[in-house]
């Protein structure tokens, strides 16, 4: 009966998050909580479903089927790649991006900047960034300024893939989402414990966005290690056309 209880609250839940961001309603922040892990709840209601056939609960096995069928109709098109051009079809010269939430109370500061620095963006957004993490970036020097460009936004915008307000502002902003024109926009980037060892899954949702002006393309998008943050960086190679620049 238990288990019956817990399948039923997991179907009402798993329907619930999908039918909300179907309609893309958003009304207060416990519903957005929910909605930050839609992405997940296919996969509870899909055990459901599979355990209430066994056991012949025919009515919650097919409850489950359908709120399982409705949210892969949501997820599967976040799945598909929008842009597929190689750096060859393109003129001109990539800029690589990155992003890195480096945590108030980083305990890895030297190799959590070393990493950025590696990849040697042209362009580098740092959020939660201490006078301690400020001190590392001057003992191993800094990058270059860079040049203009055309308008990119990236950050962690607080905000996970397919929640309303967040696709709001990409229906009525003209931006892309860089991910999602990837193919990995359920990819997450927020969700992982500084302490546990990097390669560790980052579980929840993506918080950590690129978002694309009419004139900038993404080619490749590129995940780093979460070191001493419970955000994971990317870096991303863009392809800016036309002139006029604001970052």
Known sequence: MILV????????????????????????????????????WSLPAALVAVIAALTSRVALAVAAVMVVSAS??????????????RSEDIEGTPTTVALANLYLENEEPAQAIQQLL????????????????????????????AADRPTIALGDFNSGTLQPPYERVLRTSGFRDGHDELGVALRPS?????????????LVARLDHLLLGP????????????????????????????????T
């Open 5 to 40: 209880v817990a399948g039923w609250l997991v179907v009402t839940i798993a329907l619930s998050t999908t039918a909300t961001v179907a309609l893309r309603w958003c009304p207060n922040p416990l519903v957005a909580a929910v909605q930050l892990l839609a992405p997940w």
């Open 72 to 85: 892969l109709a949501i997820l599967v098109p976040k799945l598909r790649r929008s842009r597929d051009r």
């Open 118 to 145: 590696d990849a040697s963006p042209d362009i580098l957004v740092m959020t939660e960034l201490t006078e301690q993490l400020i001190r590392k970036f001057d003992e191993l020097g800094s990058l270059l300024a």
């Open 215 to 246: 004139r900038v393309t993404v080619h490749s998008l590129d995940d780093l290690d979460p070191v001493g943050s419970d955000h994971r960086p990317f870096v991303a190679s863009i392809f800016i056309t036309g002139e006029g620049v604001t």
């Open 190 to 202: 927020w969700g992982v414990a500084p302490w546990l060892p990097r390669w560790f899954p980052t």
